[in-house]
């Protein structure tokens, strides 16, 4: 059964040198609300409440109010790193159980819990300097990339309230075979594949203009 082993926060930015960054998420042992997309007065936006998001120019924001990371992704990158990573470690706001993220179809929606929450696949997570500079793995945007395991944006549709153990319920899932792995692939250099993405509606508009110009 796909669940939410741990919901996670970061509730304060950690220093990364030259920035800052809400990277550093831990699990929250309390139910958190998760906003639906609306006026951002004093800067909220869709997303987790109570969650650090310093970079907004390229974290948070609605088409990536949520991040998910799965617990066999993380126990896999903790056999090859030969080090533990604990919920919430790669950044990721949900850690699942139970579902293959990367074959996740862009535009599948997912009911989450018995609040009412319900999210929908935007895009692939991929990698960037911070990520690297956190884990302090050398080489590690090139490993991360050729592994193939991006874990998944959401955007929110219905607000609710998310918390661990939640079940998750895949309620839809569109037509077409466009995946978050295609899409990973597609924007980390197989440029190929960049025309197949069009038929897929739920994309961010920045990845429509990819393969806008692709087309």
Request: include cysteine.
């Amino acid at each position: 059964m796909a669940s939410v082993l741990t919901v996670n926060t970061a509730t304060s930015p950690v220093d990364l040198g030259s920035r800052k960054s809400g990277i550093d998420k831990r699990p929250s042992a309390e139910p958190l609300a998760v906003r639906a997309p609306g006026p951002r007065k004093g800067g909220l936006g869709s997303g987790v409440v109570g969650d650090s998001v310093c970079d907004s120019k390229y974290h948070g924001g609605d088409d990536q109010a949520v991040y998910a990371y799965a617990r066999e992704d993380l126990d896999h990158w903790a056999a090859q790193l030969d080090r533990e990573l604990t919920n919430g470690m790669f950044g990721e706001n949900i850690t699942t159980s139970g579902v293959d993220l990367s074959a996740c179809l862009i535009g599948e929606r997912w009911t989450v819990g018995d609040d009412g929450l319900l999210l929908e696949v935007t895009s692939p997570r991929t990698p960037c300097r911070t990520f690297a500079t956190w884990l302090d793995v050398r080489g590690w945007m090139k490993t991360f990339t050729a592994a193939g395991l991006p874990g998944a944006y959401f955007r929110v549709i219905e607000p609710g309230t998310i918390r661990a153990g939640d079940r998750v319920e895949v309620v839809h899932r569109p037509d077409h075979t466009v995946t978050v792995g295609t899409v990973f692939r597609a924007m980390m250099g197989e440029r190929a594949l960049l025309p197949e993405l069009a038929v897929a509606d739920a994309l961010p508009d920045k990845i429509k203009a990819k393969v806008a110009k692709a087309l």
